[in-house]
Nanobody
Framework: QAPLVESGGGLVQAGDSLTLSCVASGLAFSRLGLAWFRQTPGQEREFVAAISGIDGRLVYEDFAKGRFAISRDNAKNTVYLQMNSLKPEDTAVYYC????????????????WGQGTRVTVSS
C-alpha cells in the first residue's frame, strides 16, 4: 500500500469549498512534517501549505493565505487541506507529501508522496 493516499478532489464551482484528506500508513505519523503541493500540466509542483510534526507550525504560500487551512489528526494518521473560496486558477492535481526531517517549501525535500487527487474549479 502506498504510504500516503489522498482523497476528496472533484469538480466544484468558483466560490465553493472543498476538503482534501490524506491518510498515511506504515509511517510514524506524529513525527512527520506534512505538506500539500499542487501541479498543473507542464508545470512543476507548487507548494501550498505545510504543518510541522514537531511544533505544529503552519506555513502557507501567499495564494493560500486566508483561503486554505492545513490541519492534522495524529490519531487518524490524516492530514487535511480545507479550501475555501475556490477559484478556477486553483484547478490542479493536489498531492500530499511527508518528511521526517521537517517541513520545506521545495518538493524534492519530501521523501513520501501520495498519488494525487484532482481538483477542478469551474467558473
Amino acid at each position: 500500500q502506498a504510504p500516503l493516499v489522498e482523497s476528496g478532489g472533484g469538480l466544484v464551482q468558483a466560490g465553493d469549498s472543498l476538503t482534501l484528506s490524506c491518510v498515511a500508513s506504515g509511517l510514524a505519523f506524529s513525527r512527520l512534517g506534512l505538506a500539500w503541493f499542487r501541479q498543473t500540466p507542464g508545470q512543476e509542483r507548487e507548494f501550498v501549505a505545510a504543518i510541522s510534526g514537531i511544533d505544529g507550525r503552519l506555513v502557507y504560500e501567499d495564494f493560500a493565505k486566508g483561503r486554505f487551512a492545513i490541519s492534522r489528526d495524529n490519531a487518524k494518521n490524516t492530514v487535511y487541506l480545507q479550501m475555501n473560496s475556490l477559484k478556477p486558477e486553483d484547478t490542479a492535481v493536489y498531492y500530499c507529501a511527508a518528511e521526517y526531517s521537517g517541513i520545506y517549501w521545495i518538493a524534492k525535500e519530501y521523501e513520501f508522496w501520495g498519488q494525487g487527487t484532482r481538483v477542478t474549479v469551474s467558473s
